[in-house]
């Protein structure tokens, strides 16, 4: 072990004896729920519906307002990709201004929630596929605090981040989703946020204002994600790619796209899918949301 891995191994082990009865409140009271919290698949597209007001932007509002408020969100954000998988472990999680070319108003930005460690310590221990290392460098990037800053916007509801491990399958990320199922018998609201149909280097910028515009490709792949995603065929999800040959123009990179595998991942069988913010932007992306529980 590099010297480096030792002192952190060291340091992490400290903070979790110095913080173990805070870990057990918080367990503690995380009990078990009648009701298990629903998950979600946010389409959060481009950063700017952080501080608009659109209709998108309106659904999030209206979503926080309507769910149960949860005890803690947890996000899998396209934005944070990784070797190996991590989660965010400080008290105070950065706001990460991840982008470029934005108006100043969007940098300024700053979304205070608290961070948990003692959630994150008992997420990693309903891990057994994999060893999730705690984090205390990332924060929460803007696939997180665009949504979440308009769910909740007081901050006052602790917001973790898990890393997707880029270098894994859909499959992969799949069944490491339900390993999470117990957290939403806890009151803990897990968010993946993306987009299914995210084309960038396509999108037609002159159709931008135009509602619901998409290339007959994005189309396709809309309606195929849609349905399969409403007949529970979970199997042809993981397996995209052999939907159609447009899977290739809509998801020319898995990274916006596997954020959905742990929600299809975390879905009861018996749960029904309710979508929203259901449109086409821009020829090339898509801003299908998809709630279950």
Known sequence: MKRKQFLTTLAIGAAGMNSLSAFKRFTDELSEQDLRSPVLFIGHGSPMNGIEDNSFSRAWIQAGQDLPKPKAVLVISAHWLTDGTRITAMDHPKTIHDFGGFPRELFEVQYPAPGNPALAEETRKLVKTTDVMPDHDWGLDHGTWSVVRRMYPDANIPVLQLSIDYSKPASYHYELAKELAALRKKGVLIIGSG??????????????????????????????????????????????????????????????????????GLQDKKEEPIFFNDQLVAGSLNMTSVKFG
């Open 195 to 264: 987009n299914m149909v995210h084309n960038l280097r396509l999108i037609a910028w002159d159709k931008m204002n135009v509602p619901n515009y998409g290339y007959d490709w994005a189309i396709e792949m809309h309606e195929l994600f849609r349905k399969k995603i409403t007949e529970g065929d979970h199997q042809a999800l993981i397996n995209y790619q052999q939907l159609s040959k447009s899977a290739k123009l809509a998801v020319p990179t898995p990274d916006h796209y596997y954020p959905l595998m742990y929600i299809l």
